[in-house]
């Protein structure tokens, strides 16, 4: 069997777009579904290594993450959930990949050990086509799905040797592989003077880090501290408190490598939100909404002697749950921001976090004379 110079990496969802929308006939300048080739999983993303990089996952960015809460990655942490459904953060960009000797020693390896190597995140190449568009200075095709309209890349010659710069590559948000818009970034592995970012639209910006750094933001996986704790009485106020520095500022720091392009997205806890898990109870406020005080902490502990009173933030349940316990939910919204190279600054979307914890309500049973 003949090993096709061009194949597609055509992801379901990918592919069924294309034939609804009638462009999966352009594929043949490319090769066709029939022809397409997955490459062999490589997780490695680093440019330095040599063959191997040009099968690297191109869902695996080369942007370096450091935590400058000091988070060492340690005890239980989770995943924010943006609040907001809409908000669609890139879902690719181009990065640098390779110097010119690391190209080249790549290709050469590509060429000893066979196989196809990523010329973008869905075009995969024989070596015969990188030696013609990278070393012999052939055109070759920019394809891109989600475009009416081809364009030409123009051939290098030695792989640029000697000069001042690097081959940069598509890049596709983690988990976000069938997603059609991954295809937006569809020109072949380009050139890149040193300093410079391309002018295109998805290259990188400070925002686009920022993005990929809230992928990255955990949050502490605390529990609310309750007055009484799971097990309550109808009518009874039952307290509910975070103390101070339970919760704090969570940043993560993205950098992109031979770009001067980095962003701090910081997420700062502003409001714990209480949903009793059912109707037959009151909130305190009443919108079910306690906002942080001034040193940190959400709500008032609960202390002897408080039990008649109502607490700024608690909930007061109104029947017995029957053997059946409430799902009390306490979800904490994170207020995200973010700064970057040369000022840059900006806010994201509120994230948050959701526990639930079991409460059972009695009925405190009396006999009357």
Partial sequence: MTMPRHALYWSSAALSAALIAGLAPAAHANGTPGNTTTPPADESSEGNRQGSTLLA?????????????????????????SVDPNWEPPVCWYEPAFTPEQLKSAV???????????????????????????EEGEEQDNFDINSSKNTMAKGYKD?????????????????HEDDTKAWDCGRVMFWQDAGTIPDDEHAPTPETLAAYAYDQIDVPKTEVELKPQTKSTVNLPT????????????????????????????????????????????TFPASGDCEINADGSIGTPYTKGKADQTPPCGIRYLRASGGNPYQLKASITWEISWEGTGGAQGDLPDGTFETTQDMEVQEIQSINR
């Fill in 159 to 175: 792989y640029n040797v000697g000069k001042d710069g690097m081959f940069w590559r598509s890049v596709v948000r983690k988990g």
């Fill in 57 to 81: 996952s191109v869902s695996q960015s080369r942007i370096q993450l450091t935590y400058p809460d000091g988070r060492t990655g340690s005890g239980s942490m989770e995943d924010l959930t």
């Fill in 108 to 134: 050469a390896d590509l060429k000893k050990n066979g196989g196809l190597g990523a010329v973008n995140a869905h075009e995969f190449w024989t070596s015969g086509i990188f030696v013609d568009h990278y």
């Fill in 239 to 282: 307290w509910v408190w975070l103390d101070k520095g339970t919760f704090k500022e969570v940043k993560v720091r993205a950098e992109l490598p031979h770009t001067g392009l980095w962003a701090e997205t910081t997420a700062k806890p502003v409001a714990l939100h209480l949903e009793p898990g059912t109707a037959d109870a009151e």
